[in-house]
């Protein structure tokens, strides 16, 4: 398999200096399997997804906020807030909220999270 120069100039390298490895679209490390460290940069494929995602047609997931929030998705959202309010002292936009909840590393973080809790439930 070849790439071409575009595709080898937009390579994320692993963060852990040892490694040779490039990171995979996971976050993660294809050779040594480490998630890389620091916020991901964003490439111009990754942007260019963003933008695809954007201009297309709402998905079934998407659909879900036009309906009625769960309680306690409602309940986490307001701790969310609160927490921030604490700790900076001025009280979060929801643009921030969703922002911050949409970036990568909160994204696989809440997966592990769930993953974690599902097996204790085994």
């Known amino acids: 398999m070849t790439i071409s120069n575009d595709e080898w100039e937009r390579r994320i390298l692993c963060s852990d200096g040892n490694c040779i490895g490039v990171i995979g679209a996971d976050g993660c490390c294809k050779v040594c399997g480490k998630p890389y460290e620091g916020d991901l940069p964003l490439t111009a494929t990754s942007s260019e997804t963003i933008l ?10 998407d ?38 909840l949409s970036r990568y590393f909160v994204l696989n973080e809440i997966k592990d999270h769930i993953l974690m809790v599902r097996q204790n439930k085994e």
């Open 52 to 61: 695809e995602d954007v201009d297309s047609e709402p998905s079934e997931t």
């Open 63 to 100: 659909q879900i906020t036009d309906q009625a929030i769960d309680p306690v998705l409602s309940q986490a959202l307001a701790r969310v807030a609160d927490f921030v309010t604490q700790v900076t002292g001025a009280e979060p936009t929801p643009a921030e909220i969703a922002d911050a």
